[in-house]
């Protein structure tokens, strides 16, 4: 229980963007610690250990402890918070070096935990500004180097470095340092940017697939209300009126029975042929509200099942060119199905079309639908939300489409859908 709470509260405490800063972090400051231990606590001399380098060992080993703490509780809102925490690692670093006189390779190590964190808590401009000061307080520690006297003294063994020579290597050691610290601080903030960068293209990328997702969504559900509307009309004017006109036969063939028995036969053979009239209807309308007409089937099999049904219909068969090399999103697919049916249906209703021509193809850049009839023809701007246009119009919106309409009277229809590949890439990603 105790320690589902401890893994609880780290989890609230998290204030990375993603573990590799974290993982990085820790690396760094384990690496510190093992630098930062001193020779009397290895080997031989951990028997008696010097109690002066044992409190020096203590306390630096206190500050990097607390620099890695602070490394759960990040400032997130106001900059004077921001620039005191900045403030605070600073020192941190610094006690050890002021309480040991030494300056060593612990604070690179220690430095870079701040580059990483001046990455997350600043700005781009306050973290450049951030990076500079911290190189800055590198420098004054150049005077901190008690190995100065120890260096001298080993080196005067040779009779040939002179002083002067032995102040050009401290001079060009420090500078060496310089350059090192500088380099190191550089080249990580470089990385830090670009993993930061990555991560937030990474989170306006997820943003807007989840928007286009629920966009998507949106429109899919308009999409089905207006197409269970349409269909409820279709059921009243198409279906309904063959059942007014069965009815209306069937009772002249009741009315004929007795008298003429030949007239009512031909009543009811009417009324028979009225029946698989509205049969049929039924079975198309009921098709279309099929929830998932691509059950198991490709596109491309769905479409020519749908020309077939379309064919059997009215009579006519398209000619359709369907060129599918692109993979697409199960969403894309059902879309261009139910734009399709769209089309036809408003081409046997409305159209008194004998020819349709169909094309599919998906092209590097985009997704290209052409359907075009020769029938009668209407004004695209008096019919923009007749005759499944909306629809068509909310689908292809959904998808950042573009929907273009060409007609006149008695010149037919030309619909041309062009849909962008990156769209489809983003929803077959989600």
Known sequence: MLNTKMF???????????????????????????????????GAEYSNPNLSVALKFTLSLLCMLLLGAMGLKLPKKKNFHKWLYFSTQITLIWLPVISSNQYDFLSLFSYLIVVIRNGLIFKQRQCWLANILLF????????????????????????????????????????????????????????????????????????????????????????TVHERNRIAREIHDSVGHVLTAQTIQLNN???????????????????????????????????????????????????????????????????????????????????????????LTNIAK?????????????????????IEDNGKGFYPEQ????????????RVTALKGNIKIASDLKQGCNITITIPYQTLLLINSK
């Not at 159209?351 to 169909?358: F, L, N």
Request: charged content about 20%.
């Open 8 to 42: 609880s509260r780290l989890k609230q405490l998290k204030t990375y963007p993603f573990g590799l800063f974290l993982w990085l972090e820790w690396i760094l400051l384990g690496s510190a610690l093992l630098v930062e231990l001193p020779s009397n606590y290895i």
């Open 136 to 223: 800055l307080s590198f420098i004054p520690s150049l005077t901190f180097f008690d190995s100065f006297s120890e260096f001298q003294a080993t080196i005067s063994r040779y009779q040939t470095v002179t002083f002067d020579d032995y102040q050009w290597l401290i001079i060009v050691g420090a500078i060496s340092n310089l350059i090192l610290y500088a380099l190191c601080i550089i080249i990580f903030w470089v990385l830090v940017h670009v993993l930061l960068r990555e991560y937030k293209s990474q989170q306006q990328l997820a943003i807007a697939r989840e928007q286009l997702r629920q966009y998507a969504l949106k429109a899919e559900d308009r999409a």
């Open 253 to 343: 063939a009741i009315a004929f029975w007795n008298s003429e028995p030949t007239k009512a036969y031909q009543f009811l053979t009417e009324a028979k042929e009225l029946v698989a009239t509205a049969l049929k209807e039924i079975r198309y309308s009921v098709s279309t509200l099929r929830a998932d007409p691509l059950a198991e089937k490709s596109l491309k099999t769905a479409i020519s099942e749908l020309f077939q049904e379309f064919s059997s219909r009215t009579g006519i068969v398209p000619h359709y060119n369907i060129n599918l090399t692109y993979s697409l999103a199960e969403e894309t697919k059902l879309t261009v199905y139910r734009i399709l049916q769209e089309a």
């Open 350 to 370: 409305h159209s008194e079309a004998t020819a349709v021509i169909v094309e599919l193809q998906t092209f590097p850049e985009h997704l290209y639908l052409l």
């Open 383 to 394: 019919n923009t939300t007749g005759f499944g246009l909306q629809g068509m119009q909310e």
